[in-house]
């Protein structure tokens, strides 16, 4: 009989422990005021991704054309200028490959527009009789689907700007 009583006894403190954590969880819910709800400006961004110089250089030379490529480095500058520089030494001839780009965000997409090539002190554009726009055009698109696939569909990037060793992208996702 006495474990019948203990048994019992258990029994009521288990139902008072669950109804009072029960009680205790749904006691704020119960109140008057609800919290108030966590929302961003809408007129702000939803991401802001801060991409480091060095990471870009650490991923300039698998895009690069490994043929005679002895070193290769990316500049980011203020005002939201790359500095693009490649040294390649051929069979015949060492060149340095400077490309200077501008990146920009026209209607909520990046655009890079190719200010100058230069190779070993002359306009590589010329020499190739090849055309910045339609190259930077190239570029751009490549850079669209990289940031389509990472931020995805229906993203849209609201600012660009550099420093000495970032570039800062701002998006509404």
Known sequence: MG?????????LMFCLSCCGVLILGLLPALNDTPPTA????????DITILVREAYLNENLVAILPEKGLQSASLDV??????????????VFISLELKIMA?????D?????????????GSDLMQFLNM?????????????????????????RLLDITTDEEHIILRARL
């Open 3 to 11: 474990w019948l009583l203990a048994l019992v006894a258990l029994g």
């Open 38 to 45: 966590i929302s961003g400006d809408p007129a702000g961004h």
């Open 77 to 90: 500058q203020p005002n939201n200028l790359l500095v693009t520089t490649a040294k390649f030494d051929l």
């Open 102 to 106: 501008r990146l920009s965000v026209v």
């Open 108 to 120: 909520g997409e990046i655009e890079v527009s190719i200010e100058d090539i230069v190779a070993g």
């Open 131 to 155: 055309d910045e726009v339609t190259l930077g055009k190239n570029f751009t698109r490549a850079l669209r689907e990289q940031l389509e696939n990472e931020l995805g569909e229906g993203s």
